[in-house]
């Protein structure tokens, strides 16, 4: 099971750190993503990052902005996101596979939280 947190209103440039804690203990050998889906859009991609958490990578969108990390001893991935746009608008979901290394498409997980919604006012 992922719950994520970290979720709320905040203005354009500002920052929030979402967090997604693992009831399990496999976590720490599992890919952990992050996606977001706007109303009447799909869920797209934010960034992902490997078991070790040697790899990452990121939407061209979010790059530079955005930093995926995770604490295996902790059970917990985090996503911190600094200069907020209003696009970045959407609800958040973080999601885990033990099955890959690092996974852009959301069919590529098979663990999914209830999702935080971020808001970024202009």
């Known amino acids: 099971q992922l719950v994520e947190s970290g979720g709320g209103l905040v203005q354009a440039g500002g920052s929030l750190r979402l967090s997604c804690a693992a009831s399990?203990?496999?976590?720490?050998?599992?890919?952990v993503g992050w996606f977001r889906q706007a109303p009447g859009k799909e869920r797209d991609f934010v960034a992902t990052i490997s078991w070790g958490g040697r790899t990452t990578s990121y939407a061209e969108s979010v790059k530079g902005r955005f930093t995926i990390s995770r604490n295996n001893a902790e059970s917990t991935a985090y996503l911190q996101m600094s200069s907020l746009e209003p696009d970045d608008t959407a609800v958040y979901y973080c999601a885990a596979s033990e099955s890959i290394d690092t996974g852009t498409d959301p069919g590529q997980y098979n663990y999914w939280g209830q999702g935080t919604q971020v808001t970024v006012s202009s």
């Open positions: 399990s203990g496999a976590f720490s050998t599992a890919a």
